[in-house]
T-cell receptor
Framework: EAQVTQNPRYLITVTGKKLTVTCSQN?????MSWYRQDPGLGLRQIYY???????DKGDVPEGYKVSRKEKRNFPLILESPSPNQTSLYFC??????????????FGQGTRLTVV | QKEVEQDPGPLSVPEGAIVSLNCTYS??????FMWYRQYSRKGPELLMY????GNKEDGRFTAQVDKSSKYISLFIRDSQPSDSATYLC???????????FGKGTTLSVSS
């Protein structure tokens, strides 16, 4: 089954404790991206990757890092989480070279709480 | 002025009604227009994708883009209770640029 898998689904952590949210897709998609969704603000793009070893900032990259060492995986790293990073996070992927025009598949989401 | 405006609703309709969902945008450089459906506690699901202006139909769903008015619409015919969800419009300038979402409209279809 074609899917984007995020882990963990739920996470409560403390301020400053480094964490990684994993994202994996099984469709051989070249384009992957991360979003956060907040009430009243909607979905906002954090980072995206057009292909392996190619990443770029989205609209709200501050406080986040990403890496794309393999095509299937695109982890989101919070080096020193803060309470304002409490949010619902989604990973997405799309086929095609050079980036596609739309995010075709989204993961189930990771609800992160930073206390 | 926000780049993409979408009325949050909620919008409540009876089963069988025709639903019209809309977004306006400010930047004429947007070329790619999408509609997503998001059920509670789930990720967005791509419904419709349109390039530039025009209409696109898929089953009970029709997407319209009017670039001259900077206005996009999603019509749902014969609405069903299973259509109850939040509908998000999204758009981008070109491949490799950020996808800009509206805040979503919550739709409730009662049987």
């Amino acid at each position: 089954e074609a899917q984007v898998t995020q882990n963990p689904r739920y996470l409560i952590t403390v301020t400053g404790k480094k964490l990684t949210v994993t994202c994996s897709q099984n469709m051989n998609h070249e384009y992957m991206s991360w979003y956060r969704q907040d009430p009243g603000l909607g979905l906002r793009q954090i980072y995206y990757s057009m292909n392996v070893e190619v990443t770029d900032k989205g609209d709200v990259p501050e406080g986040y890092k990403v890496s794309r060492k393999e095509k299937r995986n695109f982890p989101l790293i919070l080096e020193s989480p803060s309470p304002n990073q409490t949010s619902l996070y989604f990973c997405a992927s799309s086929p095609g070279g050079g980036g596609r025009h739309t995010e075709a598949f989204f993961g189930q989401g990771t609800r992160l709480t930073v206390v | 002025q926000k780049e993409v405006e979408q009325d949050p609703g909620p919008l409540s309709v009876p089963e069988g009604a025709i639903v019209s969902l809309n977004c306006t945008y400010s930047n004429s450089a947007f070329q790619y227009f999408m509609w997503y459906r998001q059920y509670s506690r789930k990720g967005p699901e791509l419904l419709m994708y349109t390039y530039s202006s025009g209409n696109k139909e898929d089953g009970r769903f029709t997407a319209q883009v009017d670039k001259s008015s900077k206005y996009i619409s999603l019509f749902i015919r014969d609405s069903q209770p299973s259509d109850s969800a939040t509908y998000l419009c999204a758009m981008r300038y070109q491949a490799g640029t950020a996808l800009i979402f509206g805040k979503g409209t919550t739709l409730s279809v009662s049987s």
